[in-house]
């Protein structure tokens, strides 16, 4: 890599034989920010204009070549781009073909002469004489011979102007914005114990036209400070000022839209109708890239791309969640919910999930990351046949001294009476977070500690109860736990 001895910014440049970069790998973020690599051919003499730079991210904007090229300077510019504007209306039409013949059809009657001269007013050259119209009041007109349909215009960009010491590849390297990625599940429930999954991208591109590009999905959030602080070389005309400071965000920036999911055909297989391949990507340190490569996207499309797709075994779940200091004779929600065993050989993202069984939507849930080897789940429908209440009491425990100062201590016991009324035995995951310390739980209840508030008089705890219901069947969860009135 070869680093440049010059920097200029916010010059400006003559119109010349402009380059445009291509784009040709891209990591995309959940935070909207993509890190991009371009390239571009430099002229053989040695003086290349290159256009539609956009702005970097500070810190992210670098340049390197291929063997032998050198660089004398690199110089920010204004550049122009020829264009070709086609016309959308029938005014713009009109002032196209000037000096042509046309037929001009109004509300009752139709002019055919030689178009002269067009503003808000058409100016037709006829045998009679000149008509003048309003361009307002045609409804068609009828170009009698060639057309013109389009025009070409210059359209100024960011750009650079580089010096080298003859032709080469040259590769800019930054962090922007434009390529955005939503990743998103479809869980395929084939029959009691097996699910196939599918994992898709969404690619939104309003960044440039993809060629055969490269692109990464990235899982995990690297540290990025400088997000929304712009590399003063990559700003033009304009004053660089320094903008707010912003940052990663710790994962998703922006919440992932749901996506409304389309009706599903009897038999339908995502492997039917996409190459889905595997779960091929790279682990980097804590992120993982998901990868499609030869990817063609022009610009201001959305490509709807399947990363990979895996067969797994599941188990049909109920979950109970409450907090053990609610109110007495609290009844409490019950869940169905899938746990299955993430064997793709790719951890899964953050994004929502949608599951079918026999073409039928069963639920969906925000899949939380999964690593590779490790259990997921989703939560599906609340459970109508299995019910579940709770009850507690409480009583004096005496008092404890902290700092000198004298607080009243509680004890409080919980009854959870859960009640399975459906024809077939479920298993049924029942937890409780107290805020305070433990003493007891029955029906092998497992009891941690959590991590927050540990240094609080009333530390949370959590205590969880994995069991076992027939049909029928009515059991209670006894617990109890001391708690420090503040």
């Known amino acids: 890599m070869s680093l440049l001895p010059t920097f200029l910014v916010l010059l400006s440049a003559p119109t010349a034989d402009v380059k445009s970069p291509e784009i040709v ?57 020829k264009t070709e504007v086609f016309a959308n209306s029938v005014p713009e039409i009109l002032r196209l073909n000037q000096g042509a013949r046309v037929t001009l059809n109004l509300r009752d009657t139709a002019i055919t002469g030689k178009l002269t001269k067009v503003t808000n007013i058409a100016l037709i050259e006829t045998a009679e004489g000149t008509v003048a119209v309003n361009v307002s009041d045609v409804s068609r ?42 990743p998103q599940y479809w869980f395929e429930v084939v029959d009691d114990s097996r699910l196939k999954f599918t994992m898709r991208t969404t690619v939104i591109n309003n960044i440039g036209e993809l060629k055969g590009a490269d692109l990464s999905f990235v899982a995990g959030s690297p540290n990025l400070p400088m997000v929304g602080q712009w590399d003063p070389f990559t700003l033009f005309n304009q004053a660089y000022r320094p903008p707010v400071s912003g940052g990663f965000g710790g994962g998703a920036g922006r919440p992932a839209p749901m996506q409304n999911a389309a009706p599903a055909t009897a038999g339908m297989e995502m492997g039917d109708v996409f190459d889905a391949g595997d779960a091929s990507g790279d682990a980097l340190g804590e992120l993982f890239y998901y990868k499609r490569n030869k ?32 109110a007495d004779e609290a009844p409490l929600e019950t869940w ?71 607080y009243q201590v509680a004890l409080r016991a919980g009854t959870v009476t859960i009640h399975n009324t459906k024809k077939d035995e479920v298993l049924i995951e ?57």
Do not use: C, H
């Not at 003086?47 to 070549?65: A, K, L, N, Q």
């Not at 389009?150 to 590849?169: A, I, Y």
């Not at 709807?304 to 109920?318: D, G, H, I, Q």
């Open 295 to 326: 990817v063609n996207l022009a610009q201001d499309e959305k490509g709807y791309f399947v990363l990979f797709e895996a067969a797994t075994n599941y188990a049909t779940l109920y979950t109970t969640d409450f907090s053990a200091d609610t």
């Open 141 to 182: 007109a009828t170009i009698l011979g060639p057309a013109k349909m389009s025009s070409e215009t210059t359209v100024p960009s960011g750009g650079l102007r580089v010096k080298s010491n003859g032709k080469g590849t040259l590769y800019l390297l930054s962090v922007e914005t434009g390529l955005d990625w939503e």
């Open 25 to 81: 790998d891209a990591a995309l973020y959940k935070n909207g920010y993509s890190a991009i690599v371009r390239k571009v051919e430099l002229d053989a003499d040695g003086d290349t204009m290159i256009g539609d730079i956009r702005p970097s991210m500070m810190g992210t904007f670098w340049v390197y070549g291929s063997p032998g090229l050198k660089l004398d300077s690199i110089v920010n510019t204004t550049v122009t781009n």
């Open 336 to 406: 169905q919910s899938l746990k299955f065993k993430n064997n793709s050989g790719a951890p899964l993202t953050t994004a929502p999930a949608t599951a079918y069984r026999d073409s039928k939507l069963i639920g969906q849930d925000i899949l939380k990351y999964t690593p590779a080897g490790s259990e997921g789940s989703l939560k599906l429908a609340r459970a109508v046949d299995i019910s579940s209440v709770y009850n507690s009491s409480e009583s004096s425990a005496g008092t404890m001294i902290v700092n000198g100062r004298t």
């Open 430 to 486: 029942v937890q409780a977070i107290a805020q305070g310390e433990v003493q007891s739980a029955d029906n092998a209840g497992d009891i941690k500690r959590m991590a927050e508030r540990l240094t609080e008089l009333n530390p949370m705890s959590r205590i969880k109860w994995t069991i076992r219901l027939k049909a029928n069947e009515k059991r209670q969860l006894k617990f109890t736990y001391k708690r420090v009135i503040q």
